[in-house]
């Protein structure tokens, strides 16, 4: 009964280490006091992928990490940065994959490149199909 607790223990353990213990940063939770430069964080924050949850943006993820992207975000919006240089300083800091839209180079080109190989594939099959039943 001992040794089949301790790997549970362990892992619930785990878990409740995986927040932190830090008080959230000011602008994680709260909007920026212009409309203007609260609208331009939020589109922003929409396109950038949260590095813990993977699925979700960092506007809609609960996660400690992406609080802490959206006060960067914030912050630099209320700095005067556009968009764009904030999302290039992100991606630089945090790599291609904190982007939903990720660049065309020689490691993500299969991404790009992969739908369109099926779409034809798949187009090839069909007109194969179809000329075996019209035949």
Same mark, same amino acid.
């Given at each position: 009964?001992?040794?089949?607790?301790?790997?549970?223990?362990?892992?619930? +353990?785990? %878990?409740?280490?995986?927040?932190? $213990? !830090?008080?959230?940063?000011?602008?994680?939770?709260?909007?920026? #006091? &212009?409309? *203007?430069?609260? +609208?331009? %964080?939020?589109?922003?924050?929409? $396109? !950038?992928?949260?590095?813990?949850?993977?699925?979700?943006?960092? #506007? &809609?993820? *609960?996660?400690?990490?992406?609080?802490?992207?959206?006060?960067?975000?914030?912050?630099?919006?209320?700095?005067?940065?556009?968009?764009?240089?904030?999302?290039?300083?992100?991606?630089?800091?945090?790599?291609?994959?904190?982007?939903?839209?990720?660049?065309?180079?020689?490691?993500?080109?299969?991404?790009?490149?992969?739908?369109?190989?099926?779409?034809?594939?798949?187009?090839?099959?069909?007109?194969?199909?179809?000329?075996?039943?019209?035949?």
């Amino acid at each position: 009964m001992r040794r089949a607790l301790v790997p549970l223990v362990l892992v619930l +353990a785990g %878990a409740a280490q995986a927040d932190s $213990t !830090l008080p959230a940063s000011p602008l994680a939770y709260t909007q920026l #006091a &212009d409309p *203007d430069q609260e +609208a331009q %964080a939020k589109a922003l924050m929409e $396109t !950038l992928r949260c590095l813990v949850c993977q699925g979700q943006s960092i #506007a &809609d993820s *609960d996660a400690d990490m992406a609080g802490e992207m959206r006060a960067l975000v914030r912050q630099r919006i209320a700095a005067g940065e556009r968009p764009a240089q904030v999302r290039k300083w992100l991606i630089e800091r945090y790599g291609d994959y904190v982007t939903y839209d990720p660049p065309l180079s020689w490691v993500t080109a299969p991404l790009w490149i992969m739908p369109l190989l099926l779409l034809g594939l798949g187009v090839l099959l069909a007109r194969r199909l179809f000329q075996r039943r019209a035949a």
